[in-house]
């Protein structure tokens, strides 16, 4: 059954430095990664992509990591997402600006959102661009209960 929240966008924010080392990449993968993003190609086929993005979410411009994955098993998704996000934290590191590092993921992902969870990232529960804070409030407990019943052990690295 969908719910009225199942297309919005939430927040996920990474209040410290959690990430001292790029995750590893099996044989088959390539990162192509300059200021701006990266790119990884899987078998030299483009598999997905990561970048930067100034976003207006609380009232002043702050990086976000915005990311693309193409068609992929949800394996593969998985490792592809914290490949990119941890590069991407890592050189957010060498920014001017500071924690918390963000990033705007789907409600209905839940694969990715537990994944991000499990890296270090937490739920964003105020306000900002799209939402109030009682509607964070409410996608935030909808999502807890969605992943509740997904994942009734936990996530598995």
Not at 21 to 45: C, F, I, M, R, Y
Not at 66 to 83: N, P, R, S, V, W
């Amino acid at each position: 059954m969908e719910d009225q929240y199942s297309q919005n966008e939430i927040l996920m924010i990474l209040p410290r430095r959690t990430f001292f080392k790029a995750s590893d990449l099996p044989g088959n993968w390539e990162v192509d990664q300059d200021p701006a993003g990266l790119s990884v190609l899987v078998d030299q086929q483009p598999a997905g992509y990561a970048s930067w993005k100034d976003e207006d979410d609380f009232g002043m411009d702050r990086p976000s990591i915005l990311f693309d994955i193409h068609g992929c098993d949800l394996h593969t998704k998985l490792a592809l997402f914290e490949a990119m996000i941890s590069r991407l934290a890592i050189a957010y590191d060498q920014m001017p600006g500071k924690y918390p590092l963000y990033i705007r993921l789907s409600e209905k992902d839940l694969d990715l959102i537990a994944k991000a969870s499990h890296l270090g990232f937490i739920p964003y529960f105020g306000k900002w661009a799209n939402q109030t804070e009682e509607q964070s409030e409410k996608s935030w407990q909808i999502i807890t209960d969605h992943l509740r019943n997904r994942y009734p052990s936990g996530l598995r690295a």
